[in-house]
Structure formats: C-alpha cells, structure tokens
C-alpha cells in the first residue's frame, strides 16, 4: 500500500531574537493509506506543531513532508492551499471557524471551493449526524464551544479528504457527544477509507487507532502498532 504521508528528518524551531527554541527535532514517520494513527504526549510536547507542519498549514525550519508522493517544501502557498483543498481536513483544537458566516456557510466553503453541486442539502445533511441541524442558521458565538467543534467536524467532512487530521477532536465534548463525534470519524475511515491522523490525550480514544506514536520534547519516544485496532 502506498504512503499517504510521509515526514522525514522535520524539524521546527522558533528565533526570538537570540534564543531559539526547537519544538521538534528530526521527525519521522510514514502512514500508510486508509491507516489510522494517534500521536499522544504531554503539554508542550510538539503535537499541533506537528500537525500543522504535516498538514501544510506551516512551513518546517528543516526536513521534508510528502503527501501522497508530492513534497510540500517545493510548493509555493498557493500551490498548498489547493493541495490542501484536494486532500486535506482538519479539525483544529480551536475550531477555526469563519465568523462571519453561519453554522450551515461555514460547512458549505470546502464545497464551493471545489464547485460542487447540491452543496447545501449536503452541508445540512452533515450538520445533521452532528445532531446540530437546528442551529444551522446560527454563527460561531451564538453557539457553544461543543457545538463549533460539531460544525468544524462537519465542515472537515464536507471535504471528503484523503486524510484528516484532527487536534483533540473530542476534547472540549461531553462523554456522550465525544463518543458520537469519535464514531462518525471513524465511520469516515471505514466507509471512505479515509485515513486518521489524531492528536489526543484521550487514551481511549488512541487505543481505538492502528498505530500510536508518543512524542516527548519534540521528539518521538515510541512508535507502536496495535495488534488489533478496536473499533
Ligand atoms: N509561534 C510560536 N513561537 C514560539 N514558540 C511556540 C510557537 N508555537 C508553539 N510554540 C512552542 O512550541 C512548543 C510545542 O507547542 P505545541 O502547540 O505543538 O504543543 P502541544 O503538544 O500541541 O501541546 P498541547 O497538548 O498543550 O496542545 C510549546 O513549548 C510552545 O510554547
Ligand atoms: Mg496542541
């Protein structure tokens, strides 16, 4: 199978006049496609640094990410951001949600980016299996941290990705929203072979993965496959 991901030697380290700081420190790994992945460590560790260098959303100080075969170092911003559009979903650890736009505008933008049809019949589909179709008229502050988790989830869906990474996806949910919203990402994987890249300090939640990664000071301490992923 071949690799959807592949981070090699990546490194990331911030100046702040003559003090620099390096949050990660020659990263690597590969997933393979329709694989599902947690990476896990501690505060501070380098997780959404990692996501965000893995999903081109920043650039790395040093080393190289591939996704699906293609080096994000030799792209331009433009050139990311449609590779983004054409593979990529995220679900951030805070939301990032237009706040200009309602609930329903925000799941519908991937979808217009890519000219689709019948986009809002299915962004109030996807507001729906996140039990959020009522509140499809209403904007990011008229609604609940939980419930601007829901909608970014629904709007990373809207993408159909290849791959979709995902900053504590159920960290800000109760435990009965939390296990909803970890079914449909999961279902995502099973039924469009999407492939998971989770970050979360929910071990439960990591053990449901393939593949756990555990990363301490920037760097990975451990790289371990499950025996059987439980889902
Ligand atoms: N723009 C920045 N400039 C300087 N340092 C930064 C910047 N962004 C992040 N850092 C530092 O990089 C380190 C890693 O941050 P990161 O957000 O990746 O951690 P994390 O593992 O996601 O933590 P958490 O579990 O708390 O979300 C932290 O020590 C943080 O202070
Ligand atoms: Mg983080």
Do not use: C, W
Request: no cysteine; hydrophobic share 40%.
């Amino acid at each position: 199978m071949s690799n959807i991901l592949e981070v090699s030697q990546l490194t990331k380290t911030y100046q702040s006049g003559s003090h620099s700081l390096t949050v990660l420190d020659h990263v690597n790994f590969s997933i393979a496609e329709g694989a599902t992945f947690a990476i896990v460590g501690p505060s501070g560790s380098g997780k959404t640094t990692l996501l965000g260098l893995a999903a081109g959303l920043d650039k790395a100080s040093s080393g190289s990410v591939k996704i699906n075969g293609i080096a994000l170092e030799n792209l331009n911003e433009d050139e990311r951001a449609a590779l983004r559009n054409q593979y990529v979903g995220f679900i951030f650890q805070n939301f990032q949600l237009l706040p200009t736009l309602t609930a329903l505008e925000n799941v519908m933008v991937p979808m217009e980016l890519r000219k689709e049809k019948n986009i809002k019949e299915r962004a109030l589909t996807l507001l729906e299996k996140v039990g959020l179709k009522d509140r499809s008229h209403h904007y990011p502050t008229q609604l609940s941290g939980g419930e601007q988790q829901r909608v970014s989830i629904a709007r990373a869906f809207a993408n159909a990705p290849k791959i979709l990474f995902a900053d504590e996806p159920t960290g800000n949910l109760d435990e009965e929203t939390g296990k909803i919203v970890e079914d449909l990402i999961f279902d995502l994987n099973k039924e469009s072979g999407t492939t998971l890249v989770l970050v979360t300090h929910d071990l439960e939640l990591a053990a449901r993965t393939q593949r756990i990664v555990r990363i301490k000071g920037g760097k990975i301490i451990s790289d371990t496959a499950q025996e059987e992923a439980k889902v």
